[in-house]
């Protein structure tokens, strides 16, 4: 089996986990098992699964897994229905759309919350003693069963919670210890697990444990997306191949023109302390496999296509003088350079409009740019659109004329892939790696200088100024995304298990 690791399937995905769910799919596309493997305990899976098209079928999770579950069918369970609400003892009263109180002689005595994107399921339960003070909550999976059951101590602060099966047995503790003013798990014990019960201390203990028995049970390649998982993918022993995938860059200075020294801290030990622990390392492009190699003595660096391109279905409805950014909202993103840039546009061309597609991360770059745009009198042109279903971006990018991208650095960029699929020019800045190999200045967008406002405003009114001219970038914009099909990647990964066997099993 092919395991690609990853802390979870969210309700609000990263590339890293677009790029995983994309390589899921197609190992699938061309009869290869493989599956998701996940370690955060999620009881609303079901719901983020179906939001990116999987099923439980392409995911093991860690939880789930103990838990005995994994092959549970979906339940609706609505809180007016459940058995655990003994309709002839208590009252349920609604309060509004997100919760439900239940009343004993005319006492709350719990509360129901209703699962996230559902109308009145059940997704946990708050249970009070008669000073209302919450002493325990039930949590529902989305499938409809009692997944585990959190207790609190009498000053509120959380106790043991308890995982259970279908039929309600124990099979996962934690215990958690108020340490130095500050509430953490102490241990995880596995009860009953294969006839005895089992301690760690941490929950990555917990998880190196899980890979280890997958990959004692049949032939395994786990596959790493997340740096976060590096020591915890590094312990698996016996697995036929271990790989760290790099969807970032590695370098600290993404700007500098030849190759750096300086590693990231975040990878500080995967470069040093567990290199020889993976069989090497997958990066997007052939640069930052070069640069590399240059400096590391890995046991292979391999270049394969962080995603692919779809099937083009050319948009007949186009407002070129829609510009969008598509991605998270961060400081390593630059978006107030976004707004910069877009304010000279709209001074030359006063017709164009912005849209923002993504999450604020921290909440703060949102409110700045925000008060950036009221200070250049653009509210009226420039809408925050948050994070949207693949189905929205797809209609937002068939509607757009052009991407702007200010990343401080992009090992490869998806969204400028995906604007490209999608006959989407693209200015960016010319940073490492992955955008000096999907955008051709002149061609299908303009790579200029970091931090460059200026450059980058006249780059994108020669794009925009003249239909023909923007007919002449968005074709090509479709032809270069060809070079990323699915074929294509899959024929990366082909050749390259030919000089590397454990890359992934056939």
Do not use: C
Request: proline fraction near 3%; charge should be neutral; glycine fraction near 6%.
């Amino acid at each position: 089996m092919n395991y690609f690791v990853n802390e979870n399937i969210f309700t609000l995905n990263s590339g890293t986990e677009f790029s995983a769910i994309k390589r899921l799919k197609m190992f699938k596309n061309h009869q290869v098992e493989a599956k998701i493997l996940t370690k955060n305990y999620n009881p609303q899976l079901s719901g983020d699964l179906k939001r990116v098209d999987l099923t439980h079928d392409d995911v093991i999770n860690m939880y789930d897994y103990f838990q005995e579950v994994m092959n549970v069918p979906e339940k609706d369970v609505d809180v007016r229905y459940t058995e655990k609400i003994d309709k002839r003892k208590y009252h349920i009263e609604g309060i509004d759309a997100n919760e439900s109180l239940i009343k004993h002689a005319g006492q709350t005595i719990a509360k129901v919350l209703i699962a996230p994107a559902t109308v009145g399921l059940v997704g946990s339960m708050e249970f009070n003693d008669s000073m209302n003070h919450v002493i325990a909550k039930d949590i529902w999976d989305r499938r409809g069963f009692l997944s585990s059951t959190q207790y609190f101590h009498p000053d509120g602060t959380l106790g043991p919670q308890i995982f259970f099966d279908i039929n309600g047995t124990p099979k996962l503790e934690i215990t958690h210890m108020n340490i130095q003013g500050i509430l953490n798990p102490t241990m995880y014990k596995l009860l009953n697990y294969k006839g005895k019960n089992r301690r760690f201390n941490r929950e990555e203990e917990l998880f190196s444990f899980f890979m280890n028995e997958l990959a004692g049970q049949e032939p395994s390649v786990f596959i790493n997306d997340r740096p976060s998982l590096i020591s915890a993918v590094a312990s698996i022993k016996g697995a036929v191949g271990k790989w760290q995938f790099l969807h970032n860059s590695h370098s600290k200075n993404n700007q500098q023109a030849g190759a750096s020294r300086l590693v990231v801290d975040y990878l500080q030990n995967l470069f040093t302390v567990y290199k020889n622990s993976f069989d090497g390392l997958i990066v997007p492009t052939a640069q930052q496999k070069k640069e590399i190699i240059k400096y590391y003595d890995f046991k292979h660096v391999i270049a394969l296509t962080d995603t692919f391109s779809k099937k083009i279905k050319k948009s007949l409805l186009r407002d070129r003088n829609k510009i969008v950014y598509v991605g998270r909202l961060s400081v390593e993103k630059k978006p107030a350079d976004v707004v910069e840039i877009f304010a000279e546009v709209h001074r030359r061309l006063p017709e164009t409009s912005l849209d923002f597609y993504g999450y604020s991360s921290p909440l703060d770059v949102q409110k700045d740019l925000e008060k950036l745009i009221e200070a250049n009198n653009l509210k009226n042109v420039v809408k925050f659109k948050g994070y949207q279903s693949r189905k929205a971006l797809d209609e937002a990018l068939d509607n757009a004329g052009l991407l702007l991208n200010t990343s401080e650095g992009e090992a490869f960029g998806m969204n400028v892939l995906e604007a490209l699929n999608h006959g989407v020019p693209v200015v960016a800045y010319k940073v490492k790696y992955g955008l000096s190999e999907q955008i051709e200045d002149g061609k299908n967008g303009y790579l200029v200088p970091y931090g460059a406002i200026q450059a980058a405003s006249n780059s994108i009114v020669e794009i925009l100024e003249s239909e023909e001219n923007w007919e002449k970038f968005s074709n090509y914009s479709y032809e270069k995304s060809k070079e990323y099909n699915e074929e294509a990647v899959w024929s990366q990964w082909l050749n390259e298990k030919v000089n590397a066997e454990s890359l992934f099993i056939k």
